[in-house]
């Protein structure tokens, strides 16, 4: 009955009024139309991280651009070594992680699996949570180091160059007087908007993925007919995700 | 309109398309792309040095990862072609944002 309605609901002509010519449902076409817009957001943020970046390319040295791989190189319980690049690739395999139990937890909603979807949901639920924990520390270790939104000690003198140079993966690490300089200012305040942007989406995803998860153990979904909600609320989970592979690459590897 | 929708009541703001699973193959087939190009960006950062091709390398695989987990997991690949296109074809505004805006960032330094 249900179905036969269905076939002929979509039968209908496309743009004629009165059906979805996109087949799919009111909500997810409007949350796609909303990532589309907090795609524009985030562009406008990296592209004006890139513009900044791109006005302090060149000589004299120390006013280049802050390196990277000499600020975020540290690991939680390991002091004193330089080890650049590796938190960050951890950080952004918890979020793969936690995007693939989401998309596990929509297939299992196709299924109408509402045990499955509880667990996968929870496994989201921790790896946003570990992702938001590992960004408090990369801020906190960031702020330590003197990082502050309205200056920049991050520009690197000759000498330190040298000393970084004389540095690999694993060695022990201190920066000495006369490395650094002031740098660019706009770089530590461009990181904490960005990558806070970026935290507080996440943040609100933990938070949506919670209040789905409570739909879900109290079977809203089941009574509904559908697991449509997890399809959404995973829609903006992983578009989080696509954020974060470009932030990785503009912050951190660039 | 009464809320919950009763089966069979269809209009386009309540209408909810029938889906079926098509199995987890596909999903963990991307998950171990997705993992297998941040590694190699790691070994990548290490192995080359700062210039202009591993910036284009990283871009690279951060656009392929894009198209992955878009694709995939956002299940854009397996919607129709109108709704892939009404939300890719905008996109080319940010492309025309990044190359003026860089080029305008690179004229300042000369100035400076």
Redesign the interface.
């Known amino acids: ?3 036969s ?2 076939a002929a ?2 039968k209908q002509p496309m743009w004629a ?10 909500g997810k ?1 409007m949350m ?1 139309i909303f ?2 817009s907090d ?2 957001t985030f ?2 943020l990296l ?2 991280y ?9 000589t004299p040295v120390t006013t280049k651009w802050p390196d990277p ?1 000499s600020i975020f190189n540290h690991f939680p319980f390991i002091h004193g070594v330089h080890l ?2 590796l938190f960050v ?1 951890v950080m ?2 918890i979020l ?2 936690s ?2 139990t ?3 937890a929509v ?1 299992a909603g ?2 109408h699996s509402r045990k499955e979807v509880e667990k996968y949901m929870i496994l989201t639920i921790i790896g946003g949570a570990m992702f938001l924990g590992c960004q408090a520390w990369e801020w906190s270790t960031f702020i330590h180091e003197g990082a502050r939104l309205h200056s920049n000690m991050f520009g690197i003198t000759e000498q330190g160059y040298k000393h970084l140079a004389s540095v690999d ?1 694993g060695d022990p690490f201190h920066w000495m007087d006369g490395d650094r300089t002031n740098g660019p200012v706009p770089f530590a305040a461009l990181f904490f908007i960005v990558t806070g942007f970026h935290g507080f989406h996440v943040f609100s995803g933990v938070v949506i993925n919670v209040v789905v998860y409570i739909m879900t153990v109290r079977g809203v979904f089941e ?4 697991y ?1 909600m997890i ?1 959404k609320a ?2 903006y989970w ?2 989080v ?2 954020v974060w ?2 932030v ?2 503009f912050f951190y ?2 | 309109m009464e809320f919950p929708v009763k089966p069979g009541e269809y209009d386009a703001m309540t209408y909810i398309p029938h889906t079926e699973s098509h199995g987890t193959k596909e999903l963990w087939r991307t998950f171990w792309i997705l993992l297998g190009i941040t590694i190699f960006d790691f070994i990548i950062y290490f192995a080359l040095d700062p210039t202009g091709l591993r910036n284009f390398i990283f871009i690279f695989f951060g656009i392929v990862k894009a198209y992955y987990i878009v694709g995939a997991f956002m299940h854009l690949k397996h919607e129709k072609i109108n709704l892939a296109m009404i939300i890719l074809v905008p996109t080319i505004f940010i492309i025309g944002l990044i190359m003026g805006l860089l080029y305008e960032g690179n004229a300042i330094t000369w100035m400076k």
């Open positions: 009955m249900a179905n309605t269905q609901f979509e009024g009165g059906r979805s010519p996109f087949n799919v449902s009111y076409l796609w990532l589309l795609a524009f562009s406008s592209v004006q890139g513009a900044q970046r791109f006005s302090n390319v060149v791989a650049p690049l690739s952004t395999f793969i992680a995007s693939v989401m998309v596990l297939e196709h299924r993966f009574k509904r007919g559908h449509e399809e995973g829609l992983h578009f995700d696509l592979v470009f990785f690459t590897l660039i």
